[in-house]
């Protein structure tokens, strides 16, 4: 069966630029979770969505910040404009109804902002 | 935000070794999570405990559900090279926004 499936897996770009990753959840899985990962903070999540539906942005760092599901099979997260403390890896998830079942992560999105 | 104290931070050990390594929180969860991350990839769910004192085996990985509520541990038994990563521990509740909290990992190194 197909994981959760990111794209691009690596983004390098100047600062000022706008980004925008993409996430297509596993078939079935009405919850989606966008996720940030550094070195000093670990995972974060920032945002996550039901049946394409955001729940709760508090975790979205600021408004350069935006996360849309347009239909149940893709969301995406972008930023602009992007800056260089933007830089970690991206991850998205979901999970199957009910709320409270294990995330599937997807093998992330690596950004780094020059 | 919950805190997920996770133990050890890293561990080297040598092929064959058992492994453990524990997670402790000071508030109560209904789910803990053990996810593997490899280098370059994303965490990949290895067990899941869903009842106070569960003990649930994976084939060299058990995993248990504290009494408490407030922890769990994972064990590997005979370690193997590919068990090299990271291993995070996640607390999950069944309410609230933002359910799912992840520890900080342990980072497995094994040497052949």
């Known amino acids: 069966d197909a994981g959760v499936i990111q794209s691009p897996r690596h983004e390098v770009t100047e600062m000022g630029q706008e980004v925008t990753l993409r996430c297509k959840p596993i078939s079935g899985h009405d919850y989606l979770f966008w996720y940030r990962q550094t070195m000093m903070r670990g995972l974060e999540l920032l945002i996550y969505f039901n049946n394409n539906v955001p729940i709760d942005d508090s975790g979205m760092p600021e408004d350069r910040f935006s996360a849309k599901m347009p239909n149940a099979s893709f969301s995406t997260l972008k930023i602009q404009p992007s800056e260089p403390r933007d830089s970690a890896v991206y991850f998205c998830?979901?999970?199957?109804?009910?709320?409270?079942?294990?995330?599937?992560f997807g093998d992330g999105t690596r950004l780094s902002i020059l | 935000g919950q805190q997920l104290n996770q133990s050890p931070q890293s561990m080297f050990i040598q092929e064959g070794e058992d492994v453990s390594m524990n997670c402790t929180s000071s508030?109560?969860?209904?789910?803990w999570l053990w996810y593997k991350q490899d280098p370059g990839e994303g965490p990949v769910l290895l067990i899941a405990l869903y009842k106070a004192g569960e003990l649930t085996s994976n084939g060299r990985l058990t995993a248990q559900f504290g009494i408490t509520r407030k922890d769990s541990f994972l064990n590997i038994s005979a370690s193997i090279p590919s068990d090299v990563g990271i291993y995070f521990c996640a607390g999950q509740l069944v309410t609230g926004a933002n359910n799912l909290f992840f520890g900080t990992g342990t980072r497995l190194t094994v040497i052949p």
């Open positions: 998830a979901s999970s199957p109804p009910p709320f409270g079942q294990p995330q599937h």
């Open positions: 508030s109560i969860f209904n789910t």
